[in-house]
Nanobody
Framework: QVQLVESGGGLVQAGGSLRLSCTASGRTFSNYVMGWFRQVPGKEREFVSGISRGGATTYYKDSVKDRFTISRDNAKNTVYLQMNSLKPEDTAVYYC?????????????????WGQGTQVTVSS
């Protein structure tokens, strides 16, 4: 089992920044690819960003490219999502997820473990 705990969400004005963190425990963190997803009420959970086990390869949803940066520190069992130039449409509950596969999935059902989510609200 892998336990994931997100932090760093909050309320920010449009154009502002937040950094989300997700700390893992229970298994060897570097054995898992990591993903960030977000969900708003009434909509499906969507892929935001993902990172390979070693951190060399990253993926982004088109609408967040050049604004969000994913990174990981395997020594600290933590994955980060730096979010800059935030927009009201980025408002959602953000979840981190872990999967034991080699490639980074972009579908929620592929992930084995999930955090509890952290709310991000961007005001206009």
């Amino acid at each position: 089992q892998v336990q994931l705990v997100e932090s760093g969400g909050g309320l920010v004005q449009a154009g502002g920044s937040l950094r989300l963190s997700c700390t893992a425990s229970g298994r060897t963190f570097s054995n898992y690819v990591m993903g960030w997803f977000r969900q708003v009420p009434g909509k499906e959970r969507e892929f935001v960003s993902g990172i390979s086990r070693g951190g060399a390869t990253t993926y982004y949803k088109d609408s967040v490219k050049d604004r969000f940066t994913i990174s990981r520190d395997n020594a600290k069992n933590t994955v980060y999502l730096q979010m800059n130039s935030l927009k009201p449409e980025d408002t959602a509950v953000y979840y981190c997820a872990a999967d034991g596969s080699v490639v980074v999935p972009k579908t929620p059902r592929a992930y084995d473990y999930w955090g509890q989510g952290t709310q991000v609200t961007v005001s206009s």
